[in-house]
């Protein structure tokens, strides 16, 4: 069982919903970072977090240390949020996850 | 400022060869990354430097591969020899803060494109 583990994998949705990409882990951890992957293929940190929840613009991110489990929502979802969505998380070293591929149809 | 700035963006070798990818951090970052992205294993961190030492290597896959970083602008991922298996897409990134450069915002490079025939 891998220690970070992303749901959904890939995920489509209808410009103007509401996304939510989940990320659980199984080790102690001291931050997690959500990145996102253009088709590009250029990365951007979008949240480092520690605890709570931190807001970008349309992007929301909230953390549960106790549940060992992150959220990243995507509010009024747009075309040019498909990307491939990755978390992170730092314990001695740096663990990512899989990835959750996100489309947004017009 | 230009951000992360990597070179070359593609490189085509032949197995066996030596591989030196580069990597320009943004000028007053004191952290440095150099990772890996397969379509296998996704994501993983080779190595990355505080201060231009290197703190953590665990991820380097072998002996093949070794990294440097000379100064604060500039470091080297060199593969020799290398291998088909090293075909990947090598991101370098960079980050500043006091409390080590795995807590903190990371800036990535446009990544090097590698195909070992």
């Known amino acids: ?106 | 400022d230009a951000g992360v700035i990597q070179s070359p963006r593609h490189e085509v070798t032949e197995m066996g060869q030596e591989v030196t990818l580069r990597c320009k951090p943004i000028s007053g970052h004191n952290s440095l990354f150099w990772y890996r992205q397969t379509m296998m294993r996704g994501l993983e961190l080779l190595i990355y430097f505080n201060n231009n030492v290197p703190i953590d290597d665990s991820g380097m896959p072998e002996d093949r591969f070794s990294a440097k970083m000379p100064n604060a602008s500039f470091s080297t991922l060199k593969i020799q020899p290398s291998e088909p298996r090293d075909s990947a897409v090598y991101f370098c990134a960079s980050s500043f803060g006091l409390a080590g450069g795995r807590y903190n915002e990371q800036f990535f490079g446009p990544g090097t494109r590698l195909t070992v025939l």
């Open chain 1, 1 to 106: 069982k891998n220690e970070v583990e992303q749901s959904p994998q890939n995920l489509t949705a209808q410009e103007g919903e509401f996304i939510t990409i989940n990320c659980s882990y199984s080790v102690g951890i001291s931050a997690l970072h959500w990145l996102q992957q253009h088709p590009g293929g250029g990365i951007v940190s979008l949240f480092m977090l520690s605890s709570g929840k931190k807001k970008h613009g349309r992007l929301i991110a909230t953390i549960n240390i106790q549940e060992k489990h992150s959220s990243l929502h995507i509010t009024a979802s747009h075309p040019r949020d498909s990307a491939v969505y990755i978390c992170a998380v730092v314990t001695d070293k740096l663990i990512f996850g899989t990835g959750t591929r996100l489309q947004v149809f017009p």
